[in-house]
């Protein structure tokens, strides 16, 4: 099997605890297996602006409001859109990205209550519209997801854990929520996988839901 010439981008979405860092270096190796021009990126991040926004928004020392918030994450966004992702796509690259702008509307739009609306049209404007081919989106429930980062020792990349990972299971439980509508209203796009299962299982269902586009 040989990959399309034309660059695809696959997203990987879901609560920290998810296993979408595992699922993504997985569908990179399947995807080189089959010959394919492979990138893997995480959000915010994959470049040096966006790698510095990334330590700002999540130090916990920082207080930052609601709405700077989604700001500074679509302002990453906006700067790996240019300067990794259109050129890795334009060049045939299939691109799987940790998280992307489904994570603004599910933490921001829902979990701030700054509303869905609103977190996508400024990421519309940041990323010039750029849509995933396809996005899975690994279902857990929060408190599955804190169970695993604190079974792992996992406190993000701040001792006691970054400025989302502190909140509460209310908030995550919102995002739950909040996801699972988005994968309602774009059932194509969305592919959700229970990330309960064995890790073997889960890697399974991610392949066979990007199986088309690879």
């Given at each position: 099997?040989?990959?399309?010439?034309?660059?695809?981008?696959?997203?990987?979405?879901?609560?920290d605890g998810a296993g979408k860092s595992t699922l993504v270096e997985a569908l990179g190796n399947e995807a080189a297996a089959r010959g394919c021009r492979v990138k893997t990126l995480r959000e915010p991040g994959g470049v040096e602006l966006s790698e510095r926004i990334?330590?700002?928004?999540?130090?916990?020392?920082?207080?930052?409001?609601?709405?700077?918030?989604?700001?500074?994450?679509?302002?990453?966004?906006?700067?790996?859109?240019?300067?990794?992702?259109?050129?890795?796509?334009?060049?045939?690259?299939?691109?799987?990205?940790?998280?992307?702008?489904?994570?603004?509307?599910?933490?921001?739009?829902?979990?701030?209550?700054?509303?869905?609306?609103?977190?996508?049209?400024?990421?519309?404007?940041?990323?010039?519209?750029?849509?995933?081919?396809?996005?899975?989106?690994?279902?857990?429930?929060?408190?599955?997801?804190?169970?695993?980062?604190?079974?792992?020792?996992?406190?993000?990349?701040?001792?006691?854990?970054?400025?989302?990972?502190?909140?509460?299971?209310?908030?995550?439980?919102?995002?739950?929520?909040?996801?699972?509508?988005?994968?309602?209203?774009?059932?194509?796009?969305?592919?959700?996988?229970?990330?309960?299962?064995?890790?073997?299982?889960?890697?399974?269902?991610?392949?066979?839901?990007?199986?088309?586009?690879?």
């Amino acid at each position: 099997m040989r990959c399309v010439p034309r660059g695809k981008l696959i997203t990987v979405e879901g609560l920290d605890g998810a296993g979408k860092s595992t699922l993504v270096e997985a569908l990179g190796n399947e995807a080189a297996a089959r010959g394919c021009r492979v990138k893997t990126l995480r959000e915010p991040g994959g470049v040096e602006l966006s790698e510095r926004i990334r330590a700002l928004v999540k130090d916990p020392a920082q207080v930052v409001g609601a709405r700077a918030e989604a700001l500074l994450y679509a302002a990453a966004r906006a700067q790996l859109v240019e300067e990794r992702l259109q050129p890795l796509l334009e060049e045939g690259t299939v691109v799987i990205l940790d998280r992307f702008v489904d994570s603004s509307l599910a933490y921001q739009g829902a979990g701030r209550h700054l509303g869905i609306g609103d977190v996508r049209a400024i990421n519309l404007f940041a990323t010039g519209n750029l849509q995933p081919d396809r996005t899975l989106l690994l279902r857990i429930s929060p408190a599955a997801g804190r169970a695993r980062q604190q079974g792992r020792g996992d406190q993000g990349e701040h001792e006691g854990g970054d400025r989302l990972e502190r909140e509460g299971e209310r908030f995550f439980a919102t995002i739950a929520d909040a996801y699972e509508e988005l994968a309602q209203l774009e059932p194509e796009r969305i592919r959700v996988i229970d990330s309960s299962q064995p890790p073997e299982q889960v890697q399974r269902e991610a392949v066979a839901a990007i199986e088309d586009l690879l």
